[in-house]
């Protein structure tokens, strides 16, 4: 089991930054993977960025990169999403994923992860 809590979430103005936390426990040394999503109201959870927890590699969305950055704190068992240049369109509950699993496929896709957090809300106005 792994059980993963979001914290920085907040409301800012675009072009501001926010540093999301996702502080994990319990069997964490079994994650292959580990991820950001977001959802807005009415649209459909995506992911934003993944960090193959090995070796340090990343991948993002076509629309955060240049902007965000994961990084992780293996000390800490602690995984960062900071984020820069933010956009109203940004705005939406961010969730922090972990993979246990080592499946492959897309490091992006929803259905590889198999931990989840509760979410921290973001929320840039214009």
């Known amino acids: 089991q792994v059980q993963l809590v979001e914290s920085g979430g907040g409301s800012v103005q675009a072009g501001g930054s926010l540093r999301l936390s996702c502080a994990a426990s319990g069997a964490t040394y079994r994650a292959y993977y580990m991820a950001w999503f977001r959802q807005a109201p009415g649209k459909a959870r995506e992911g934003v960025a993944a960090i193959y927890t090995g070796g340090g590699f990343t991948t993002y969305a076509d629309s955060v990169k240049g902007r965000f950055t994961i990084s992780q704190d293996n000390a800490k068992n602690t995984l960062y999403l900071q984020m820069n240049s933010l956009k109203p369109e940004d705005t939406a509950m961010y969730y922090c994923?972990?993979?246990?699993?080592?499946?492959?496929?897309?490091?992006?896709?929803?259905?590889?992860?198999?931990?989840w957090g509760q979410g921290t809300q973001v929320t840039v106005s214009s």
């Open positions: 994923a972990a993979d246990t699993s080592g499946s492959a496929g897309m490091w992006l896709a929803e259905g590889r992860y198999n931990y």
